[in-house]
């Protein structure tokens, strides 16, 4: 497996070179799989972790071994000006857009304007490809009355992540433990403790957030710079997932414009129906890899695009 490789990253910027085809370091082993299928496989794509330096240590996996490689080959880059045509140091932005911390003066890093890539995803236009992926409807049969019943609510879940995002945000920036932090998974953040859950906790302290997020220029419109991105699409694909049985059964009802199959009540081959079970574990992946298209990721792929010209 290649996370059990090493490459050190001086002969990769070389070969990068020899070979023009370009270099993208990125975070983890699973944003490889991402970046490699919005560029159709045409650049080499390595994870931080797989990266040793000149001494032969290895890089840490996650934004600081990205950051620590583009310190690392600044020389480098300087000293052979092609090279920046065959490298780039991408990283999400999680919190920076509220912290100090800048990277302006690196040459090959790019950093991503929402928390992190799943942030992107959370559009009607992916909700469309993702429904028209699961059952057997096209996408010009999923009307705004469609699109209604599956986005019924994900504007009240991405109201509590805001809050949520901003409880973990406050703990970094003033530098304490708070009841949330970004290493959480969604499913923490709902687990039920003896008739509580972090999200409703988190919402006891709205008043308070509110004050927090005005002292630092914060607006709810900026949630996806404030929810983890993993929280936001987790979220919305959950609910667009669930909420497709209750599309089929208004379908059924002629809540909505029925389709032919309920016309003709023959209701167990309504195009509403889903075409396969997802596992929760599943359904950010599959969420993902069905909107590759999506217009939200095209300054991405620009950037890269770049290279190697």
Not at 18 to 30: A, H, K, Q, R
Not at 59 to 78: A, H, M, R
Not at 124 to 152: H, M, P, Y
Request: contains cysteine.
């Amino acid at each position: 497996m290649e996370e059990e490789l090493q490459y050190q990253i001086s002969t990769l910027l070389a070969v990068a070179l020899m070979s023009e085809e370009p270099l993208v370091i990125v975070e983890g082993v699973d944003d490889v799989e991402f970046y490699k299928k919005i560029t159709d496989n045409k650049i080499n794509v390595k994870c931080s972790e797989v990266i040793i330096n000149s001494e032969n240590n290895k890089y840490k996996p996650g934004c600081d071994g990205v950051i620590k490689i583009v310190e690392d080959v600044q020389t480098l880059l300087e000293r052979d000006p092609r090279l920046e045509k065959f490298f780039l140091g991408i990283i999400d932005a999680d919190y920076r857009n509220y912290s100090e911390e800048t990277y302006s003066g690196y040459k090959g890093l790019f950093i991503l304007k929402y928390y992190s890539y799943e942030s992107h995803f959370c559009t009607d236009n992916s909700v469309i490809n993702f429904i028209s992926a699961v059952t057997g409807a096209r996408k010009d049969e999923i009307t705004e009355d469609v699109l209604e019943i599956a986005k019924k609510g994900i504007e009240e879940h991405v109201k509590e992540l805001y809050y949520v995002g901003l409880q973990a945000l406050e703990g970094i920036l003033n530098q304490r433990t708070t009841l949330v932090s970004y290493d959480m998974t969604a499913e923490n953040l709902f687990e039920e403790h003896e008739g509580n859950t972090i999200v409703k906790q988190v919402m006891e302290r709205v008043d308070e957030l509110d004050e927090f997020a005005s002292e630092h220029e914060i607006k709810k419109e900026h949630y996806r710079c404030i929810i983890r991105g993993k929280w936001l699409l987790y979220t919305v694909a959950k609910i667009v997932y669930d909420n497709i049985s209750e599309i089929k059964k208004s379908c059924k009802e002629a809540l909505i414009e029925q389709c032919d199959f309920c016309r003709h009540e023959k209701y167990s081959q309504c195009i509403w129906g889903k075409k396969m079970e997802l596992k929760r574990s599943q359904l950010v992946h599959y969420f993902i890899y069905n909107n590759l298209m999506e217009p939200e990721i095209t300054y991405i792929k620009d950037k890269i695009n770049t290279l190697g010209v």
